[in-house]
Every structure is written in structure tokens, then in C-alpha cells.
């Protein structure tokens, strides 16, 4: 029986002989090669991962200082709008507020985000925004958690 063979889809007996003259010997080191670039690919997203994630704990680190600064230096309670700076307040629960200047959101924000690692999972039982929050706030120390155990991993094999 006749079995016609095509160039481009290399069928019939031609298919095996081509398939071990274009380099099927070869194909373990191609695969070992894909692989070496392949886990050096995911070591280095860890290390990115590690690296930014690292950055965040250290914002983390600065605003916890930052809130025993703004405890111990400036009066406790709520300030009259001609006030400029920040101040914690008591409203049930104990939170910073800036006002006066230009990205106090912002900064209100960032002083805030040690007291959100606290409430935000107390919370997140009843609303679903106290959820997401939880997963946004939490995440940086997660993910420094397990691209150090990753690249731990990496290591030893």
C-alpha cells in the first residue's frame, strides 16, 4: 500500500526518519536546557516577588513607627480644622487622621495599615469590602512568607 507523504506535515514512513534526522537524539539536552530556563524563571519571579514584597514590610515597619510617633508626640483626640498634621482618634476603635496638607488621605492611609493587619480579619466575617481588605492588607507578608520558603526550596534541591 502507498502512503503519500507531504512536506509540511511529514506523514507516513518519512515522518520516523525525519523526526530522527532533525535531532530527536538531541531532544533530552533540548528539554534539561528548557528546564534550567524554565526553574531560572521561576526563581527569579520569586526573587522579584521576594524583593517587592520586602519593600512593602519595610513601609509596613515605618508606619508602625510612625503610629508610636503620632501616639507619643501629639495629642490625643480630634483637632479644629485649622489643624495641619496628623493625630489619632478614638471613634469605638483607635485610627489615624491627616488633614491640612497636600496626600493626608494618603498618609491617613499608610498610618492606618498596622491597625487594618488587626481589624480587618475581625471584621471580614461580616462584610465582604472587610474581606478584600484583609487580602489586600495581609498580602505583602504572605507573599514575603512564601518566596522565602520558595527560594528555601530552590536552594536545597
Not at 25 to 38: H, I, Q
Not at 74 to 79: I, L, Q, R
Given at each position: 500500500?502507498?502512503?503519500p507523504h507531504n512536506k509540511a506535515t511529514q506523514t507516513g514512513q518519512k515522518l520516523a526518519v525525519t523526526f530522527l534526522a532533525n535531532g530527536?537524539?538531541?531532544?533530552?539536552?533540548?528539554?534539561?536546557?528548557?528546564?534550567?530556563?524554565?526553574a531560572l524563571w521561576i526563581?527569579?519571579?520569586w526573587l522579584l516577588l521576594?524583593?517587592?514584597?520586602s519593600f512593602l514590610l519595610a513601609a509596613l515597619l515605618l508606619a508602625l513607627v510612625a503610629d508610636v510617633s503620632v501616639f507619643s508626640f501629639?495629642?490625643?483626640?480630634?483637632?479644629g480644622t485649622s489643624y495641619i498634621g496628623c493625630y489619632a482618634y478614638d471613634a469605638m476603635l483607635i485610627g489615624f487622621e491627616c488633614k491640612g496638607?497636600?496626600?493626608s488621605k494618603a498618609v491617613s492611609m499608610w498610618l492606618n495599615w498596622p491597625l487594618w493587619l488587626i481589624y480587618s480579619p475581625v471584621f471580614a466575617v461580616f462584610s465582604i469590602r472587610a474581606?478584600?481588605?484583609?487580602?489586600?492588607?495581609?498580602?505583602?507578608?504572605?507573599?514575603?512568607?512564601?518566596?522565602?520558603?520558595k527560594l528555601r526550596k530552590i536552594e536545597n534541591a
Open positions: 500500500m502507498y502512503i530527536a537524539t538531541k531532544a533530552p539536552s533540548t528539554f534539561c536546557r528548557w528546564w534550567r530556563r524554565y526563581t527569579m519571579n521576594k524583593k517587592i514584597s501629639v495629642e490625643y483626640g480630634s483637632k496638607f497636600f496626600g474581606f478584600l481588605v484583609a487580602i489586600l492588607v495581609w498580602s505583602p507578608i504572605v507573599a514575603y512568607g512564601l518566596s522565602v520558603l
